[in-house]
C-alpha cells in the first residue's frame, strides 16, 4: 500500500475512534464553504518554496501542532510533501503539542494529537505548562492571559528545538490570522509597515523579557532558529477543506469564538459577524475601515473593489500592503547599502549627503527600524527593538534626522527616541575617521547610531530585588565551571555581543589563578570600554580590607577587549606605556551577533552555545 493510501485509510480509523468520545473533536465541525477547495500537493509545495527557509534549517522541522484545522491540514501537507522521492528540504518532522491545562479537555485534546501523529508516523512531543514553576508564573484572575500565555508557548518551544536539535518550527497562520494581526497592530498605532502582518520567513529571535530568568527567553540561540509560515496567504476555510477531503479529524477550541476572553477573539468576533454580512455595530469596525483605506492608498490600480467591508476585502488589503511593504523594504534596503560607511562594530555612520537622497518618508521609516533593530541592546526581534514599532516615535526620528536643519546644519544635536539607540551628528573626515564636532570645511555631515548610554538609576538601599545590569556581566561561575571541565565559556553580553572564551588557552598566571578557584580567589566579569559600551573582559583579585571585610576590589586585569577597530586585544605596560596586542582567536572570540540583511552580517557559525545565554 502506497503512503498515501496508507494514509488515509489510518486517518479514517483514528476518526472513527476520536468522533465518538471527544467533546471537542468530531462533534463541533467548522464547516468548508462550497466553494473552498482543498490544498494540493503542488500548491502547498509552491507555497513552502517561497518561503525560502534556509540551508541551515533543512534537518529536523518542529511543526507546531495544536490539533486544530489549521496546524492539523499543515503537518499532513508537510508530511506528504517529505514523503516524496525528490523532497530533501527537511530530514524529518516534529510535531510539538503544547497543553496549556486549562480546560478539563485538554488532556483529551493532547491524546487527539498524538493520535494523529502515529497516523501520520510522525515522532509527537505533548508538554503541559507548568503553571507556578519559575519561570511560569501562576495565573491570577484579571491577568493578560493571551500575552502570557503566548511567552509560555515560545518558551517551550525553545527549550524543545534545543533539546531536540530542531533548527526551525512551522506554524499553521492563514490569511485570517494575518487579517486579525493588521487590525491589532492598527489599533495599537502601529505604522503601515507594521500592517503588512506576519512574515513567512523569520528569525526566531531573542524572545522577551531581559534574560534566561524571563518567560520566553531565547537569547543567543534564538538568533540561530526559524520561523516558518507557509500558510499566510491561505484562507480558513481552505484548510478546513484540506482536512475534510483526506479525511482528518481535528479539535475546535470554544474558547476561540468568545470575544470576551482576548483581544484577539474580539476581532476574530467581528470579522465573523462581517462575514455573515453584519458589519455595522461591531466594536473594531472603524479599524477596519481604516484598513481597507491603507490598502486602497497604497494599490489603488488594484484594488478598487475595497470600498465595501467584507472579509475578502480585508484579506486583500492586508495582501496589497504586505507586498507594498516588501517594496518598500527593498527600496529601504538599497538606499541603507548607499548611505552606510565604515565605523566601529555595533553602531551605524550614515552619510547625510546619500541619506538627502531618500525622499520618500515611507522608506526612511523602514531604514530607520532596520537600523534601531540593528543597533538596540533590546532582545532582537521584540518590538522594543524597533521603538515599538508606534509610528509617532518612528516620524520622530526621520523628522530629526531628514529635517531641513538636521540634514545640512548647525541646530544638530544628538537625541534618543526608542530601543536604547542614540543618534549622534558628526563630522566625518576625507580620511573617514568620525568627529564628534561640528563640520568645518572640506569634511561631510554624517550621523551615527549607537548603544544609548545607560540611564543612572538611584539605589533603592530599602530594596533586596536585583537590578538587572546587561552592561556589567559576571561570568565567574561559568567561566571557572569552563576551566575545570577544560571547555569553552560562552556570554551573550548586552544583547549585541557573543563573547567564547577559552580557559585553558589564556596566559598561565590567569590560569594560576583559577585554579584556586575554590578559595574564591578571583571575580570574572564583562564590563563596557569607549562612548559605544564595548565589551572588555577583566579579572579581579580577592583583596583583604584592614577590618577584615574581604572585596573584589583590587586593580582591574584585563584580558581581553574587543577595539574601536574591531580586533580582540590585550593591554600590557611597556616603557611606561600601554600597548595592546592581539589575542588569539582560539583563546577569546567577541562577535556582534545583531543581523540584518541591508548590512551583510549574520550570525556566527563557529560559535558553540551556552545554556541560559
Not at 189 to 209: C, E, H, N, T, Y
Not at 225 to 249: D, F, H, M, Q, Y
Not at 343 to 368: F, G, K, P, W, Y
Not at 544 to 571: C, K, M, N, Y
Request: aromatic content about 8%.
Amino acid at each position: 500500500m502506497g503512503f498515501c493510501a496508507r494514509l488515509c485509510s489510518q486517518t479514517r480509523q483514528f476518526s472513527h475512534r476520536c468522533s465518538s468520545k471527544a467533546t471537542w473533536i468530531g462533534r463541533r465541525r467548522l464547516h468548508a464553504s462550497s466553494q473552498a477547495k482543498p490544498l494540493s500537493d503542488g500548491e502547498f509545495r509552491e507555497l513552502y518554496a517561497s518561503c525560502n527557509v534556509p540551508q541551515n534549517v533543512r534537518g529536523v522541522l518542529g511543526v507546531a501542532f495544536s490539533g486544530g484545522p489549521d496546524s492539523t491540514a499543515l503537518l499532513f501537507l508537510l508530511q506528504r510533501m517529505l514523503a516524496n522521492e525528490n523532497c530533501q528540504l527537511h530530514e524529518k518532522l516534529f510535531a510539538i503539542h503544547i497543553d496549556h491545562g486549562l480546560q478539563k479537555q485538554s488532556g483529551e485534546v493532547a491524546g487527539h494529537c498524538a493520535s494523529i501523529a502515529e497516523a501520520l508516523g510522525i515522532k509527537y512531543l505533548a508538554i503541559k505548562i507548568p503553571w507556578g514553576v519559575h519561570p511560569f508564573p501562576s495565573l491570577a484572575p484579571g491577568v493578560a492571559f493571551e500575552k502570557i500565555a503566548r511567552d509560555a508557548r515560545y518558551h517551550i518551544f525553545m527549550k524543545v528545538m534545543h533539546e531536540h536539535d530542531i533548527s526551525g518550527i512551522a506554524f499553521g497562520h492563514h490569511c485570517d490570522d494575518q487579517v486579525e494581526t493588521a487590525i491589532l497592530r492598527l489599533s495599537k498605532g502601529s505604522s503601515v509597515i507594521g500592517l503588512a502582518g506576519m512574515r513567512p520567513l523569520r528569525r526566531w529571535g531573542m524572545g522577551f523579557g531581559e534574560d534566561a530568568s524571563s518567560l520566553g527567553w531565547a537569547g543567543y540561540e534564538g538568533m540561530r532558529r526559524w520561523i516558518v509560515r507557509p500558510l499566510l496567504s491561505v484562507s480558513k476555510e481552505r484548510l478546513v477543506a484540506t482536512c475534510e477531503a483526506n479525511g482528518l479529524n481535528y479539535a475546535v477550541d470554544p474558547t476561540n469564538f468568545e470575544p470576551a476572553i482576548t483581544e484577539r477573539n474580539s476581532i476574530r468576533h467581528d470579522l465573523n459577524m462581517i462575514d455573515a454580512g453584519n458589519a455595522e455595530g461591531t466594536r473594531v469596525l472603524p479599524t477596519m475601515k481604516k484598513l481597507l483605506d491603507i490598502g486602497n492608498t497604497h494599490y489603488g490600480s488594484q484594488s478598487d473593489g475595497l470600498q465595501s467591508l467584507t472579509l475578502s476585502n480585508l484579506r486583500l488589503a492586508v495582501s496589497l500592503v504586505s507586498r507594498w511593504v516588501a517594496e518598500v523594504d527593498e527600496k529601504a534596503k538599497s538606499a541603507l547599502r548607499a548611505s552606510i560607511l565604515p565605523t566601529v562594530q555595533s553602531t551605524i555612520l550614515l552619510s547625510c549627503e546619500s541619506l538627502s537622497l531618500v525622499n520618500d518618508d515611507t522608506v526612511r521609516v523602514a531604514m530607520v527600524r532596520r537600523i534601531l533593530r540593528f543597533v538596540s541592546p533590546r532582545p532582537w526581534g521584540a518590538p522594543a527593538s524597533e521603538a515599538g514599532g508606534r509610528q509617532t516615535s518612528l516620524e520622530t526620528i526621520v523628522t530629526k534626522i531628514w529635517g531641513r536643519s538636521n540634514l545640512y546644519g548647525r541646530d544638530r544635536e544628538p537625541f534618543v527616541v526608542g530601543a536604547s539607540v542614540q543618534w549622534t551628528p558628526v563630522a566625518i573626515l576625507p580620511s573617514g575617521d568620525v568627529r564628534f564636532r561640528r563640520v568645518l570645511t572640506g569634511e561631510k555631515e554624517g550621523w551615527i547610531a549607537h548603544r544609548q548610554p545607560p540611564i543612572l538609576k538611584r539605589k533603592d538601599t530599602s530594596s533586596t530585588a536585583t537590578v538587572h545590569d546587561p552592561l556589567n556581566l559576571n561570568i565567574t561561575d561559568i567561566f571557572l565551571d569552563a576551566f575545570a571541565k577544560n571547555t569553552k565559556t560562552f556570554a551573550l553580553y548586552d544583547n549585541r555581543f557573543a563573547i567564547q572564551i577559552n580557559p585553558a588557552k589564556l596566559p598561565h598566571n590567569i590560569l594560576e589563578l583559577c585554579q584556586n578557584s575554590k578559595e574564591q580567589q578571583v571575580e570574572i566579569t564583562i564590563e563596557p570600554h569607549s562612548r559605544y559600551y564595548l565589551p572588555r573582559i577583566v579579572v579581579r583579585r580577592r583583596r583583604t580590607h584592614p577590618d577584615d571585610e574581604q572585596a573584589f576590589d583590587g586593580e582591574p586585569w584585563e584580558i581581553g577587549r574587543l577595539s574601536l577597530r574591531g580586533r580582540v586585544e590585550s593591554p600590557s605596560r611597556s616603557n611606561n606605556k600601554i600597548v595592546f596586542t592581539p589575542v588569539p582567536s582560539d583563546a577569546i572570540r567577541i562577535d556582534y551577533v545583531r543581523v540584518d540583511d541591508a548590512f551583510s552580517c549574520d550570525i556566527p557559525k563557529h560559535l558553540s552555545y551556552g545554556r541560559g545565554q
